[in-house]
């Protein structure tokens, strides 16, 4: 049974405007110890979807249904107190911004305290050890002397491992890491998916990985959800996504890196932006920027279907099936033969 | 060889930190860029990388002459133009033009586009009004924008049309020299290769000069001829792009190189990245000599410490500035800081 199964996940916020079906209907599931990758464009979803599932958004004017189980429960359904115990303790969150998401008038030691002893029993003292603990576990150096520091005499590399470490004080089950570098030099962002990789593997937690970029998704993503529009276009196991992609949505991802490209090629870029969630196209939400749009496509939206009887690997697409294969095949295999 | 269009002689910009109100004591300095020397060929795109802090947006602002650099000499075009002045330095701007990264940023939220892009052709008097607006025209349509929104304004457009907006403004006085710092930076993948296409058929086009700044690498490599990366407000290695991607011969180019996601998972999950220790310090008092020895894995002391490698060229067109480069690329983790070899 998965850690987390998430099930026709439904998020619309209602503004002046109108409806923004921010998510609709997006379904998948996290097993212990394993990373899922979130990829998609700002806009597509993939932060609200998460923000969903914490609870996190505002109660005004917004709608969620489907369903989040974890740990037996449905996450969705429970009331703020309750979810207050879940968060922090069983799941837990990084987001993007290290320097915005610290209190910039409490030390480091007292948030991190903070976060030992709501849920707990646990002494000041003997939170102040495990902080200690925590901040020698992501390689701050002198743990001891930080304790009574700002979150403004740290880098912000140091702050996003801070964060890491408030995040795992608890040895939480699941991780739910929103873009953890995406803010981060190269190679500060090596350091902290080092580390994230090390903690995984001693923790045992299951993470949630939302980003943008396809590089870190290959470096340690098990399984993969390409997000479009706030609707999932593909989902399937890494080595499906990077080798044998089905949506023309997922090959334009990867056709616009550069280092697919490297060899004086010209990038085969998404032709337009994202639509608005506002009023998004009928059918399939890609249309309108899909070179291979067909009438279906703006009459009936594309489900979510395995690519194969039984398959893992889903895909969201009214091209034939054998006609996916061979220009995933035709693209993708020139691509991939280029990276070194 | 040819004269370059843009020659850069030991540029140094120092912002002072003072003490006192009235009395204003300078107390230390920030050495954003300190002795920084290249050259661009016409037609040529030469890619700047480094990390943030790294002095190489600086460094683009003195080029520009938007900041008074501390020393050193700028010539471009065969002039000196390090410090001029009032109308001698209005008619260099006419050829120099500049791609900011924030597309939300760079545009004045209070006019309309016909105006953004037409604003330079106005202030150097390039003609009339209509004259104008039929060229502006013809400039959104070239960047791939649709000619009849010339009279709308900045908020009606997305992260990518905005930047199409900033490259048209940049191409209005057909300069010689476009300075790009990130422009793509802040877009999203598939918007940003767009963008990246677009840059380089105006290159052709247009018969365009790039500095192009970015700290992602590959962004970099794709558009550029020659590469400089930067550390710490000095340029450690310069060289052909194929040839810093495949031989890099800095260490810190090397832990740069070996730090991107590679997105293929096998390639991926194969390579062992060198994991550089700690933070880049800070450019108010950087470390002697080398300014990357704190963090490298290959500091000899007694010599990095002590001696400043100088940029010097190890092979054809290929300059580092290290005591102990790199013999072969990819090195692992081990090799990386093995004890090192003098070279002559």
């Not at chain 1, 610290?102 to 707990?120: K, Y």
């Not at chain 2, 802040?186 to 192009?212: C, G, H, M």
């Amino acid at each position: 049974m998965p850690l987390l199964d998430v099930r026709d996940l439904t998020t619309h916020f209602r503004t002046e405007d109108g409806v923004v079906r921010a998510v609709d209907g997006v379904s998948f599931s996290v097993e212990k110890g394993k990373t899922l990758a979130i990829v998609g464009e700002s806009g597509c979803g993939k932060s609200v979807t998460c923000m969903s599932i914490m609870g996190l958004n505002p109660r005004v004017n917004t709608e969620i249904s489907g369903e989040a189980i974890f740990n037996d429960r449905d996450l969705l359904k429970l009331r703020q107190s309750e979810l207050r115990k879940v968060r922090g303790s069983e799941i837990s969150m990084i987001f993007q911004d290290p320097m915005t998401s610290l209190n910039p008038v409490q030390t480091i030691g007292a948030q991190l305290r903070e976060a030992v002893m709501l849920h707990g029993q646990s002494t000041k003292r003997q939170a102040s050890s495990r902080a200690i603990e925590m901040l020698k576990a992501v390689s701050i150096p002198r743990a001891e002397t930080r304790l009574d520091d700002y979150p403004h005499q740290f880098s912000g590399g140091m702050r996003q491992r801070v964060m890491i470490a408030m995040a795992l004080i608890n040895n939480p089950d699941l991780l739910i890491a929103d873009e953890p570098t995406t803010a981060l030099d190269v190679t500060t962002q090596a350091q902290i998916l080092k580390l994230m990789n090390e903690l995984q593997r001693d923790f045992g937690s299951a993470i949630i990985l939302v980003t943008h970029d396809l590089g870190v998704v290959a470096e340690t993503a098990d399984e993969v959800l390409v997000m479009y529009a706030g609707k999932a276009a593909e989902r399937g196991g890494y080595a499906d996504i990077f080798y044998r992609p089905e949506h023309p949505y997922t090959w334009g991802l990867l056709g616009s890196l550069p280092r697919l490209a490297q060899h004086g090629g010209e990038l085969r870029p998404i032709p337009g932006s994202p639509p608005s969630l506002l009023r998004p196209p009928s059918g399939c939400r890609f249309r309108v920027r899909c070179s291979y749009a067909m009438d279906v496509c703006g009459a009936e939206q594309p489900p979510l279907d395995p690519v194969a009887e039984g398959s893992s690997h889903l895909v969201a697409c009214h091209l034939e099936p054998g006609h996916r294969r061979a220009e995933s095949e035709r693209l993708v295999g020139e691509m991939m033969a280029e990276v070194r | 060889m040819a004269e370059p269009l843009l020659r850069v002689d030991d540029l140094e910009k120092h912002f002072p930190i003072t003490r006192g109100i009235v009395f204003q004591k300078e107390i230390g300095r920030v050495r954003a860029v300190d002795g920084v020397s290249f050259e661009v060929a016409r037609g040529e795109t030469l890619g700047v990388v480094g990390e943030s802090g790294c002095g190489k947006s600086t460094m683009a602002r003195c080029v520009m002459r938007l900041l008074d650099p501390t020393g050193g000499r700028i010539m471009f075009d065969g002039q000196d133009i390090t410090r001029l002045k009032g109308h001698d330095l209005m008619r260099v701007r006419r050829e120099l033009m500049m791609v900011f990264q924030d597309p939300y940023a760079s545009l004045n939220p209070r006019l309309r586009v016909g105006a953004i892009v037409g604003e330079a052709l106005q202030v150097h008097k390039q003609g009339s009004a209509a004259e104008i607006k039929m060229r502006v025209q013809e400039l959104l349509e070239v960047v791939g924008l649709n000619p009849e929104h010339y009279n709308r304004y900045p908020h009606e457009f997305s992260g990518g049309q905005r930047q199409r907006i900033g490259v048209a403004r940049a191409l209005a006085i057909r300069p010689k020299l476009i300075v790009c710092d990130e422009p793509v930076s802040a877009l999203d993948v598939s918007v940003q290769a767009q963008i990246l296409n677009l840059l380089k058929r105006l290159q052709r086009e247009f018969d365009l000069t790039y500095v192009f700044i970015a700290h992602d690498l590959d962004v970099v490599r794709h558009i550029s001829d020659r590469v400089a990366v930067m550390y710490l407000g000095k340029i450690v290695e310069m060289a052909s792009g194929s040839e810093l991607y495949d031989h890099p011969l800095h260490p810190y180019s090397g832990a740069l190189l070996s730090a991107i996601p590679v997105p293929n998972p096998d390639v991926a999950r194969a390579r062992r990245p060198i994991v550089l220790e700690g933070d880049v310090p800070s450019p108010i008092n950087p470390p002697s000599a080398c300014h990357f020895r704190t963090r490298c894995p290959r500091f000899h002391e007694g010599l990095c410490d002590v001696d400043e490698p100088q940029l010097v060229e190890r092979d054809p067109g290929h300059r580092v500035a290290c005591h102990f480069p790199l013999e072969s690329w990819p090195l692992t983790d081990l090799r990386m800081g093995a004890e090192p070899v003098k070279t002559p």
